[in-house]
């Protein structure tokens, strides 16, 4: 959960006088969330769309650290240490996924040798990763540090590194030189043992610290990784620390040429450090290719690569393609369609399918008589469905709308139509939409299969505010409110229903959610 830190309330009532777009962003922006105050400040504290409870919970390190069980699209960063918590439409994990016999793990080269993804990262795990430990040779450099021409041409801006299309060609000098210093952000830092020591005491007191990592440890450290990020890398997997510094950044740079966001990389290490063993030859571009083969476009590659970064350490051969295969045969979606799947959800690439696919079909099939047919539909417009418990997600959802008056032939109308209702949280959500649906709008619950969309429009932002405007007109019927007008485009709701100008509408919808914004303010 991230914090929001604004300023006085006179001050957000000047910044909100004009009906311009990004002011009434704010104010809607900070309207729809929860508000707590104190002695003229507050603090406004985000939630996301969906209800967490629908994932399944997290594991915790033993350094309290949460190691999620699920790779996330989109996360939510925090101020302090910036660790990361997992994102509500709960994606397929890393460490479970290890473990499963329809996935099988990959191999990467590490200093010319092969070496096969360990499964699981205790303590008996680290103590064999230490033992591959001795064996390998240290780092050449004043403090053992070797950084190639290109690379530190590359922080200048120099032509050492070349990069051309997506999945193509991506080559570095093999030129190399010693340096004793480390170069971040265009500025040189000479970086000696003593200093390094003491930047990293705090690291070397919570874990088994090698000063020949320090080299890797100052690169990654450019990427905004703290000693909290390094002791979650370490106890998911040790030996990605023990990288070469060369290797590592010409690993992270292909990645970064394909898309890859520089604010992602952390996110990534911290699911997937194994991600730095990974040749670029022999892994990295194999698996940027296959996804283009699904007809994913290049555009897209880099925010695939961030919600899921395991799928590097999965054989194309032996465990992408035959969940491709599974995808199209057996649980029916269309070739042509599993572009737009896999990037609506990248993890189903990462997840036992099988599994997932049978049990929700098994539970839809029983619990609404859904036929294949509308249950295939359901993946292919909300792939995420596959993705949520069943007892603390899927369930609780259609009992709320048989509560409401629903039989089951509406409730699978309005999910075949909007999957994404199985995403929305019960209290904050559906709930109170159901509420004004009836109270206010007065309209009964069966036109939500005429208008299941209604559900996913925004209470605060659409909804109340195009009512509470035809009232103001003197332009809504007596009778129940029609849900077509909340369905157009705010210019075409302006033209059709209120016959008014835009501006004249924006301007009242701002000054309606500043004033329900000033209620809560004064509780």
């Known amino acids: 959960m991230a914090a929001l830190s604004l300023h006085n309330f006179n001050h957000l009532v000047s910044i909100l006088s004009s009906p311009s777009s990004s002011s009434f962003w704010n104010l809607s922006f900070a309207f729809k969330n929860e508000v707590r105050f104190k ?37 939510e960063e925090e101020d302090e240490d910036e660790e990361f918590d997992d994102n509500d439409d709960g994606m397929a994990g890393d460490d479970w996924l290890m473990n499963d016999d329809f996935a099988q793990p990959h191999e990467y080269v590490v200093n010319g040798k092969k070496i096969k993804s360990l499964k699981g990262s205790g303590k008996e795990g680290n103590r064999r990763l230490q033992e591959q430990r001795k064996g390998s040779k240290a780092l050449k450099s004043r403090q053992g540090l070797i950084i190639s021409e290109d690379q530190m041409d590359v922080r200048h801006g120099n032509d050492g590194l070349k990069r051309k299309s997506v999945g193509n060609s991506y080559h570095t000098s093999t030129k190399t030189k010693e340096a004793g210093s480390f170069d971040v952000d265009g500025g040189r830092m000479l970086v000696s043992k003593t200093s390094r020591e003491n930047r990293y005491q705090r690291l070397s007191d919570e874990i088994d ?42 690993r992270l740079d292909y990645l970064l040429s394909v898309g890859v966001k520089q604010r992602d990389v952390r996110r990534i290490l911290l699911r ?25 476009p290049s555009s897209r590659i880099g925010q695939i690569i961030a919600c899921a970064p395991s799928l590097f350490s999965y054989s194309v051969e032996n465990s992408l393609k035959p969940t491709v295969r ?42 609404l008589g859904a036929p294949r047919d509308s249950i295939v539909k359901m993946v292919r417009k909300h792939p995420q469905l596959l993705h949520y418990s069943i007892d603390d997600g899927l ?129």
Not at 217 to 245: A, C
Not at 272 to 281: F, R, W
Not at 326 to 354: A, T, W
């Open 209 to 250: 610290l090698d000063e020949k990592w320090f080299p890797l440890l100052d690169y990654l450290s450019t990427f905004g990784l703290k000693d909290t990020h390094f002791i979650q890398m370490y106890e998911r997997h040790m030996p990605s620390l023990q990288i070469n510094v060369c290797s590592a950044q010409e």
């Open 272 to 296: 997937q450090p194994q991600i730095l063993e990974y040749t670029v030859e022999n892994n990295l571009k194999s698996h940027v290719a296959f996804l283009m083969s699904l007809g994913i």
């Open 39 to 75: 002695k003229g400040k507050f603090l406004v504290f985000l939630s996301t769309h969906s209800n967490p409870k629908i994932l399944k919970s997290n594991k915790k390190s033993r350094f309290g650290q949460r190691i999620t069980s699920y790779d996330t699209d989109e996360e």
């Open 395 to 523: 369930l609780p959802r259609i009992n709320f709308l048989r509560s409401i008056g629903m039989r089951n032939s509406d409730i699978l109308k309005v999910l075949t139509s909007l999957t994404q209702v199985l995403s929305l949280s019960l209290e904050d959500n559906l709930k109170p939409k159901y509420l004004y649906l009836i109270n206010e709008l007065n309209n009964e619950v069966h036109s939500l299969t005429k208008y299941p969309m209604y559900l996913s429009l925004s209470l605060d932002q659409r909804i109340r505010p195009r009512h509470r405007f035809l009232v103001s007109l003197k332009k809504a019927p007596k009778g129940p409110f029609p849900l077509g007008s909340l369905v157009p485009s705010d210019e075409c709701f302006c033209q059709q229903w209120a016959g008014t100008s835009l501006d004249k509408y924006l301007a009242f919808r701002q000054r309606l959610l500043l004033k329900e914004f000033a209620k809560k303010y004064e509780k």
């Open 326 to 367: 599974y995808l199209i045969e057996e649980v029916g979606i269309n070739e042509h369609d599993l572009g737009k799947v896999v990037q609506l959800s990248p993890q189903i690439l990462v997840q036992r399918i099988d599994i997932s696919w049978n049990t929700r079909y098994m539970f839809l099939s029983k619990e």
